[in-house]
């Protein structure tokens, strides 16, 4: 059989072929200062090398789904099976550099459309095996990874095929997507109506809708655009136990709102196989500056009066003294050496990065909406140093998941993990996870950024670079990863956007309480008595 593996299925951010991001030598070296010998190169281990075991699916079910969707939409092969095995987290790459196994799905099903998908779940169903749904296969805390649980058989739900814009509303503004549209794929359909989502986050490339409302994602954009849970009017669900459609109104009090359940319920609840959402026009010009403050505290103090001023900046990230260091490290430029020495005269000491960026109809909204967020800026000392560094910053705003297979290439150890807490709970927050990572993992690059900000508080990011453990990376990243965790747990979210899935999944009782647990496990038994739907993620 064929395969039809692309390059959305390569698991590593670089496309196959293309070239890795680059490395400056000069970055290396610092880097090496910072954290000592790096691990010895660890490239993508090629498919023969990894273990496959036999398919499971038994022959019934197979049959079963054949006749549903046809023989060439059920793929057994190793490389098939291989492409929907995992996501893309440090963990997962590691694992696919031959430090451990992983899980792998008995079969890869491809439906066409949502009649299709309720088929799948209803044969699945009856036949005990377990569907983990797959789009652009971006999760970084295992959502996608292909557990069985106690179920006979696992499949992976491949959503791609489901790749419509389904109508525009030019009048109210909405617009229905099917779940496997991709970001980009979703704005060039967009584009041809003059609207866009606004909804940008790093995985944009390769993630899709259905992914983004699973997640309950975030954009870089969302200070302007919102989260993409602000976007949704409506979604329409697979579940075992039929179809389920919500969202009728802009608003509604007919009890709680469901489609709140169905945003964020990372496939355990139902299979999302549209979504409604509310989309804006196409800007005519957009802005985008860099700033330098003196110092975190002071930064995330000027963010926050954005912020409750309502004065925002529709992209608003704060760097950390670190991050911007290591911005400047991996720009080997003259430039970068004079920008060092200008700061250093206009006495900032503890140089914060600030991209903000605005998007607008005319040059005088931007204008105008500019204005009031410099305004705020410049009494907290801030140093304007010019839109070429804004610019540089939205041209590689991708870019990070690609310098991300470089490291780990030349043995780094890089983990990202997020958080968010109210303003008065912030630093320390910070401050605890840094000093966990740092007790855990000793010689460690450990940044932050402030890339969602609201009016009672804002997202932590963290970036974590260290040397690889050549004897055992799994338990090295297992063990910084329940540190800052246990870090977290009661002061912050254990997840602002990247949802719970395998990673996060035993920290969910701390959050939302034993009880709230019981709600989700009612809700799920409801709609999935038989528990087919992405066994281990979430609860």
């Known amino acids: 059989m064929t395969e039809l593996i692309d390059h959305r299925l390569r698991r590593s951010w670089t496309p196959e072929g293309g070239d890795a991001?680059?490395?400056?030598?000069k970055a290396l070296r610092w880097l090496v200062q910072r954290i000592g010998p790096l691990g010895s190169a660890a490239p993508l281990a090629p498919d023969s090398a990894l273990s496959v075991p036999e398919s499971a699916l038994r022959e019934q079910p197979k049959r079963d789904l054949e006749e549903l969707v046809g023989a060439d939409r059920v793929l057994l092969t190793p490389g098939e099976r291989l492409a929907?095995?995992?996501?893309?987290?440090?963990?997962?790459?590691?694992?696919?550099?031959?430090?451990?196994?992983?899980?792998?799905?008995?079969?890869?099903?491809?439906?066409?459309?949502?009649?299709?998908?309720?088929?799948?779940?209803?044969?699945?169903?009856?036949?005990?095996?377990?569907?983990?749904?797959?789009?652009?296969?971006?999760?970084?805390?295992?959502?996608?990874?292909?557990?069985?649980?106690?179920?006979?058989?696992?499949?992976?739900?491949d959503l791609t095929?489901?790749?419509?814009?389904?109508?525009?509303?030019?009048?109210?503004?909405?617009?229905?997507?099917?779940?496997?549209?991709?970001?980009?794929?979703?704005?060039?359909?967009?584009?041809?109506?003059?609207?866009?989502?606004g909804h940008v986050p790093q995985s944009y490339e390769r993630a899709?809708?259905?992914?983004?409302?699973?997640?309950?994602?975030?954009?870089?954009?969302?200070s302007g655009y919102g989260r993409f849970e602000d976007m949704v009017t409506g979604v329409r669900l697979a579940t075992p136990r039929g179809e389920w459609k919500l969202g009728v109104a802009p608003a509604s009090a007919a009890?709680?709102?469901?489609?709140?359940?169905?945003?964020?319920?990372?496939?355990?609840?139902?299979?999302?196989?549209?979504?409604?959402?509310?989309?804006?026009?196409?800007?005519?010009?957009?802005?985008?500056?860099?700033?330098?403050?003196?110092?975190?505290?002071?930064?995330?103090?000027?963010?926050?009066?954005?912020?409750?001023?309502?004065?925002?900046?529709?992209?608003?990230?704060?760097?950390?003294?670190?991050?911007?260091?290591?911005?400047?490290?991996?720009?080997?430029?003259?430039k970068t050496k004079v920008l060092r020495r200008y700061l250093k005269a206009r006495g900032v000491h503890a140089p914060c990065l600030l991209i903000v960026g605005w998007e607008g109809a005319s040059k005088r909204e931007v204008a105008r909406r500019r204005q009031e967020t410099t305004r705020v800026l410049g009494r907290?000392?801030?140093?304007?140093?010019?839109?070429?560094?804004?610019?540089?910053?939205?041209?590689?705003?991708?870019?990070?998941?690609?310098?991300?297979?470089?490291?780990?290439?030349?043995?780094?150890?890089?983990?990202?993990?997020?958080?968010?807490?109210?303003?008065?709970?912030?630093?320390?927050?910070?401050?605890?996870?840094?000093?966990?990572?740092?007790?855990?993992?000793?010689?460690?690059?450990?940044?932050?950024?402030?890339?969602?900000?609201?009016?009672?508080?804002?997202?932590?990011?963290?970036t974590v670079l260290t040397a690889r453990d050549e004897a055992?990376?799994?338990?090295?990243?297992?063990?910084?990863?329940?540190?800052?965790?246990?870090?977290?747990?009661g002061i912050g979210t254990i997840s602002h956007h990247h949802a719970v899935g395998v990673d996060h999944a035993r920290y969910l009782a701390a959050e939302i309480g034993s009880l709230g647990v019981d709600v989700l496990q009612a809700a799920k038994k409801a709609v999935d008595p038989a528990g087919i739907l992405n066994p281990g993620k979430l609860l």
């Open 21 to 25: 991001a680059h490395l400056p030598a």
């Open 84 to 157: 929907r095995a995992s996501g893309l987290s440090y963990l997962d790459l590691v694992r696919r550099r031959g430090f451990g196994d992983f899980p792998v799905p008995d079969a890869v099903v491809l439906p066409e459309n949502p009649a299709e998908v309720q088929s799948v779940l209803e044969i699945c169903a009856r036949h005990d095996v377990g569907v983990v749904p797959f789009g652009g296969g971006t999760s970084v805390v295992g959502g996608v990874s292909a557990l069985r649980g106690d179920k006979s058989a696992v499949i992976a739900l």
């Open 161 to 197: 095929r489901l790749g419509e814009l389904v109508s525009v509303d030019p009048v109210s503004r909405i617009a229905v997507l099917q779940a496997g549209v991709t970001g980009p794929e979703a704005d060039r359909l967009l584009a041809a109506h003059g609207f866009t989502l």
């Open 208 to 222: 899709t809708i259905g992914g983004f409302a699973a997640t309950r994602s975030a954009g870089q954009a969302s």
């Open 255 to 334: 009890g709680p709102d469901l489609r709140q359940l169905a945003i964020g319920s990372e496939g355990a609840l139902g299979v999302i196989t549209e979504v409604a959402l509310r989309v804006r026009p196409v800007p005519e010009v957009r802005r985008y500056e860099g700033y330098v403050l003196d110092g975190w505290d002071n930064g995330t103090d000027a963010v926050r009066e954005l912020a409750q001023r309502h004065v925002l900046a529709d992209v608003t990230r704060l760097s950390d003294v670190d991050e911007s260091e290591v911005s400047l490290a991996l720009n080997d430029s003259v």
């Open 380 to 462: 907290f000392g801030a140093v304007r140093i010019g839109a070429a560094l804004g610019e540089s910053w939205r041209r590689g705003r991708f870019s990070g998941p690609r310098q991300r297979d470089a490291l780990m290439d030349n043995g780094v150890c890089v983990e990202t993990l997020e958080t968010a807490a109210y303003w008065t709970e912030l630093s320390d927050l910070r401050d605890a996870v840094r000093a966990a990572l740092t007790a855990t993992l000793g010689n460690a690059v450990i940044m932050c950024h402030v890339s969602h900000a609201y009016e009672t508080g804002a997202s932590l990011y963290f």
């Open 472 to 489: 055992d990376p799994v338990g090295q990243w297992q063990r910084a990863k329940a540190a800052a965790s246990e870090a977290i747990t």
